[in-house]
């Protein structure tokens, strides 16, 4: 009677019927992968090169572009390469994803976390702490999830039922559901829950701060006060709400799998699964880059100057070889001079 005991009720998929993506959605796919890899390494050097912006939540922003730019190259890899003639490189490309993504779900609940400590005016004590913790959490749990996984053999090809062409979780696997939960969307459907709760926590409690702050302001500087206070509030509200709309379609396909829906190979969904999944990078880029002016002008400070320098350099180039040119002629006009009776 235990042997007939299913963890979900649902039929299996058959294993002889893989879904075919079609090429313009794996090449949109690939295109939001490097996007993403770009905004990712974009974050990374910002941080590294102006010292200045060195805080703390920038830090653990980094930490999170590090997990989205592998998850970015691994997917990329995933749809390239055809994995039916490679099984331990589909294994491999499996395990760096699922520790790489649910990596990045971590840190990007914990910076939520962070930023909630900090609006709270929590002791530095309390921060450093919180810092250490998360690090034990973002990165060990992932690796443990991925380490049991590999063990009973549970990462394979998935024949694109719950990937864009990637590998991920075998569907063949004994208790496919629940190693799918734990690998993966059990921790990115928390956080559609946790993520949105932790912001409203935040909003709340900047508007109190800034309520408290506004009576001891002078009125010259509060229209300033009201300009900031709206920008961050509508980043605030901005976060959970991108984080969902990238996210959601994988857990549908995910749910139309576990259900045996067709629906689970429509291309529009599809492409949505692929470009949302992928795009993370690119769009923490566009919200903590792109949308900071301080960021946004020392970019284009920095490409306007890039330029200069390589006009500069082509110019340099340009006038050095028609010297040289010159100088052949010349010399080969003086040695005709002299060889003449």
């Known amino acids: 009677m235990a042997e007939n005991v299913t963890w979900f009720p649902v039929h299996p998929v058959p294993s002889s019927s ?29 941080f590294i090169i102006w010292r200045d912006l060195r805080t703390k939540t920038r830090e653990l922003l980094v930490y999170l572009s590090v997990t989205t730019f592998f998850v970015s190259v691994s997917y990329a890899y995933g749809i390239i390469e055809d994995f039916h003639s490679n099984p331990i490189g589909c294994t491999v490309q499996s395990a760096i994803t699922t520790f790489s993504e649910t990596s990045s779900f971590f840190w990007t609940v914990a910076i939520a976390i962070y930023l909630y400590a ?5 002791s530095q004590v309390v921060m450093n702490r919180l810092v250490w913790l998360f690090h034990f959490v973002c990165w060990g749990v992932p690796l443990i999830t991925v380490i ?13 039922y719950t990937s864009v062409g990637w590998c991920w979780v075998d569907l063949d696997v004994k208790h496919r559901i629940m190693w799918m939960l734990l690998v993966g969307k059990m921790w990115e459907i ?7 709760l932790l912001y409203i926590l935040i909003k709340r409690k900047f508007k109190r701060f800034v309520s408290d702050q506004n009576q001891v302001t002078v009125i010259s500087n509060q229209g300033l006060v009201t ?14 709400i991108v984080f969902l709309v990238l996210h959601i379609w994988s857990t549908v396909r995910f749910v139309l799998t576990v259900y045996d829906s067709s629906a689970v190979s429509n291309p529009i969904l599809i492409l949505l699964h692929g470009i949302g999944n992928s795009f993370q990078g690119a769009a923490n880029c566009i919200m903590f880059c792109l949308c900071n002016n301080k960021i946004r002008h020392r970019c284009r400070r920095a490409c306007r100057r890039l330029t200069i320098g390589c006009c500069t350099l082509k110019c340099c180039q340009r006038r050095r070889r028609n010297e040289d040119s010159t100088g052949i002629i010349v010399n080969t006009n003086t040695d005709n001079a002299f060889q003449q009776p």
Request: charged share 10%; aromatic share 8%; hydrophobic share 50%.
């Open 148 to 160: 049991v996984a590999v063990s009973f053999g549970a990462l394979g090809y998935d024949d694109s």
């Open 118 to 122: 900090l609006v709270a005016q929590s």
């Open 190 to 196: 928390a956080s559609y829950f946790i993520l949105p």
């Open 227 to 240: 300009t900031v206070t709206l920008k961050i509030d509508v980043k605030l509200t901005f976060i959970p």
């Open 18 to 46: 893989p879904i075919q993506i079609d090429e313009w959605i794996e090449s949109l796919t690939v295109t939001s992968c490097i996007l993403s890899a770009i905004g990712s390494i974009l974050i990374i050097l910002t």
